[in-house]
């Protein structure tokens, strides 16, 4: 079974933020925290990764609290192609995928 | 860097017979491999996890008869479908790991761009 719970799906506009929570309850003290973009018919692609706290790079942010029981990934100023399927993910061995969050933008 | 590529990307065949396919990582060694299966409009479903020089370790539910899986060096990891049928038509995706990770991280996961079976 998955161990992280996503929205199934969210709609936003280009130009805004959006922003994607997963809720990760029992992370383990050794679980890192890994975001996956998949569009159709191609393989997961890596966005960003963390443990704890803040970290960005060039295509997002991902924010985690203390607790980490759950996860923010922020995309920032979104374009149409950026509507694919979001895959929060923890653990540092497999992986086992979630069903995802399928974000929509429009123009 | 860190490429993982797969062959073919598409295949058609005839129910009954068997399809080989191909996953590769260019420019690293790993010593594991895993492999997906992706139905339209679902998440990836690990089938299996494919060690280099050892048997694979399947998941619940799959059969490995039916799923052959070879990883013969540290560069190549092979799945056949065997007496493939129209059900096992499915986006097969492989990720692997680079030989030099410590762990503590899922990053050094890269992920092949999949191979799309079609069972007529």
């Known amino acids: 079974l998955a161990k992280t719970t996503q929205p199934i799906s969210m709609d936003s506009y280009e130009g805004q933020e959006v922003n994607i929570t997963c809720s990760h309850n029992?992370?383990?003290?050794?679980?890192?925290i890994t975001w996956y973009q998949q569009f159709p018919s191609q393989g997961p692609r890596f966005i960003i990764q963390?443990?704890?706290t803040k970290v960005t790079n060039e295509v997002a942010s991902l924010f985690i609290p203390a607790d980490r029981k759950s996860s923010t990934l922020s995309l920032p100023r979104v374009s149409l192609s950026d509507t694919a399927v979001y895959y929060c993910?923890?653990?540092?061995?497999?992986?086992?995928f979630g069903k995802g969050t399928r974000l929509h933008i429009l123009p | 860097g860190a490429v993982v590529s797969q062959h073919p990307s598409w295949v058609i065949c005839k129910s009954g017979t068997s399809v080989k396919i191909e996953c590769r990582s260019l420019?690293?060694?790993?010593?594991?491999m895993f492999w997906y299966r992706q139905f339209p409009k679902q998440s990836l479903m690990l089938m299996a996890t494919s060690n280099e020089g050892s048997k694979a370790t399947y998941e619940q539910g799959v059969e490995k008869d039916k799923f052959l899986i070879n990883h013969a060096s540290l560069t190549l990891s092979t799945l056949t479908v065997t007496s493939a049928h129209p059900e096992d038509s499915s986006f097969y995706i492989c990720?692997?790991?680079?030989?030099?990770?410590?762990?503590?991280?899922?990053?050094?996961?890269?992920f092949g761009p999949g191979t799309r079976l079609t069972v007529l």
């Open positions: 990720s692997a790991r680079d030989r030099r990770s410590r762990g503590g991280g899922v990053n050094e996961q890269f």
């Open positions: 029992n992370i383990a003290t050794n679980d890192y």
């Open positions: 420019d690293f060694q790993a010593t594991t």
């Open positions: 963390g443990y704890k």
């Open positions: 993910l923890q653990g540092d061995d497999k992986i086992i």
